[in-house]
């Protein structure tokens, strides 16, 4: 599994760009191979996209990836290197749905998922932002028929207690991950934490889902992670992305930020096979200064994998880019 190969991982996202592991990753300390940068600012034809907020992404090819923005309702390609290939065209809905997280369904499927939150709780922003919408590309060109239709579990989130005008504490859908061999679809909330302050992670069938049958169930998980707090934001880390490796099992991203959505501490990989109901914590430390909000996962020929990290960093407050980090043939 991941431990395994906790070295080699470590060594590549220390290397990049500058970054480091801190003392929590002692197998990284020693590495003394050079491993070529691999953290990108996310750019455009014209420069640093200066307001662009990434938040899902799925790799379409091994140097491309399909990543949604959660500023204004876009989906873009952009190769591994941060470049931004093209803007696709797609369905205005208004109010923004704040698209927060897009996962993989088949090669040219994919379902993206809105926050299911806003701060006020204001109901008519809330239902726009409380959707889930099956895109299709076929090339690099968006179907007519994408996000036509609501696949959004909504009764099922309701029953949460999480979700809706009486919930006293209300959901941010941050994480979405599927895993079709297993008929499973997996929703991640980044907030708010269960009363043991363990995260929240949904199980949900895939085939009941796409059927929008409102009988279906979701079941709660914590898989046995209970965050801690990061020392530079002083907050404690949340789920801010998941994808599933097929017959492997589920990749969780968790990141720190402070309320004011100015400072950024690091960021944490964990792991949970899917023969175990528990997660365990594979790197932390991971580019200190960098708001991880998307991960996905490429399987190579060779049995290994790539691993993307989108990093949102709000530029338009802020002035740090986004960014985009590429791990190169990590095996699992």
């Given at each position: 599994?991941?431990?395994?190969?906790?070295?080699?991982?470590?060594?590549?996202?220390?290397?990049?760009?500058?970054?480091?592991?801190?003392?929590?990753?002692?197998?990284a300390?020693?590495?003394?191979?050079?491993?070529p940068?691999?953290?990108?600012?996310?750019?455009?034809?014209?420069?640093?996209?200066?307001n662009?907020?990434?938040?899902?992404?799925?790799?379409?090819?091994?140097?491309?990836?399909l990543?949604?923005?959660?500023?204004?309702?876009?989906?873009?390609?952009?190769?591994?290197?941060?470049?931004?290939?093209?803007?696709?065209?797609?369905?205005?809905?208004?109010?923004?749905?704040?698209?927060?997280?897009?996962a993989?369904?088949?090669?040219?499927?994919?379902?993206?998922?809105?926050?299911?939150?806003?701060?006020?709780?204001?109901?008519?922003?809330?239902n726009?932002?409380s959707?889930?919408?099956?895109?299709?590309?076929r090339?690099?060109?968006?179907?007519?028929?994408s996000?036509?239709?609501?696949?959004?579990?909504?009764?099922?989130?309701?029953?949460?207690?999480y979700?809706?005008?009486?919930?006293?504490?209300?959901?941010?859908v941050?994480?979405?991950?599927?895993?079709?061999e297993?008929?499973?679809?997996?929703?991640?909330l980044?907030?708010?934490?269960?009363?043991?302050?363990?995260v929240?992670?949904?199980?949900?069938?895939?085939?009941?889902?796409?059927?929008?049958?409102?009988?279906?169930?979701?079941?709660?998980?914590?898989?046995?992670?209970?965050?801690?707090?990061?020392?530079?934001?002083?907050?404690?880390?949340?789920?801010?992305?998941?994808?599933?490796?097929?017959?492997?099992?589920?990749?969780?991203?968790?990141?720190?930020?402070?309320?004011?959505?100015?400072?950024?501490?690091?960021?944490?990989?964990?792991?949970?096979?899917?023969?175990?109901?528990?997660?365990?914590?594979?790197?932390e430390?991971?580019?200190?200064?960098?708001?991880?909000?998307?991960?996905?996962?490429?399987?190579?020929?060779?049995?290994?994998?790539?691993?993307?990290?989108?990093?949102?960093?709000?530029?338009?407050?802020?002035?740090?880019?986004?960014?985009?980090?590429?791990?190169e043939?990590?095996?699992?």
């Amino acid at each position: 599994m991941f431990k395994n190969k906790l070295p080699m991982m470590c060594a590549a996202i220390a290397m990049a760009g500058g970054l480091f592991f801190g003392s929590g990753i002692a197998q990284a300390q020693g590495a003394s191979e050079e491993i070529p940068e691999k953290i990108y600012d996310m750019r455009g034809d014209d420069g640093i996209l200066e307001n662009f907020r990434p938040t899902g992404l799925s790799f379409l090819s091994h140097d491309r990836v399909l990543v949604c923005d959660g500023t204004d309702q876009r989906l873009h390609i952009f190769d591994t290197q941060g470049r931004r290939f093209k803007r696709l065209n797609v369905p205005i809905i208004l109010p923004n749905p704040d698209y927060s997280a897009l996962a993989p369904l088949s090669k040219d499927h994919f379902l993206v998922i809105g926050s299911h939150y806003h701060p006020n709780n204001y109901a008519r922003f809330l239902n726009n932002r409380s959707l889930m919408h099956l895109y299709t590309l076929r090339g690099e060109i968006v179907t007519g028929e994408s996000a036509t239709k609501d696949y959004d579990p909504i009764v099922a989130l309701r029953k949460t207690g999480y979700w809706g005008d009486y919930a006293d504490k209300h959901m941010r859908v941050d994480g979405l991950a599927i895993a079709p061999e297993a008929n499973k679809v997996y929703i991640a909330l980044s907030q708010p934490f269960e009363e043991d302050g363990s995260v929240l992670i949904y199980e949900g069938n895939l085939e009941e889902i796409l059927a929008c049958d409102k009988r279906t169930k979701l079941s709660q998980h914590s898989y046995g992670i209970f965050p801690r707090v990061d020392e530079i934001t002083e907050q404690h880390y949340r789920v801010t992305d998941i994808c599933h490796i097929a017959d492997r099992g589920l990749l969780i991203l968790m990141s720190s930020a402070k309320p004011n959505g100015y400072t950024f501490g690091s960021n944490q990989l964990w792991f949970k096979p899917d023969d175990s109901e528990d997660a365990y914590l594979l790197a932390e430390d991971i580019a200190p200064g960098n708001y991880g909000a998307g991960i996905a996962v490429f399987s190579k020929e060779s049995g290994s994998y790539d691993i993307a990290i989108t990093f949102d960093n709000n530029p338009g407050k802020t002035s740090t880019p986004s960014r985009l980090m590429l791990l190169e043939d990590v095996s699992i």
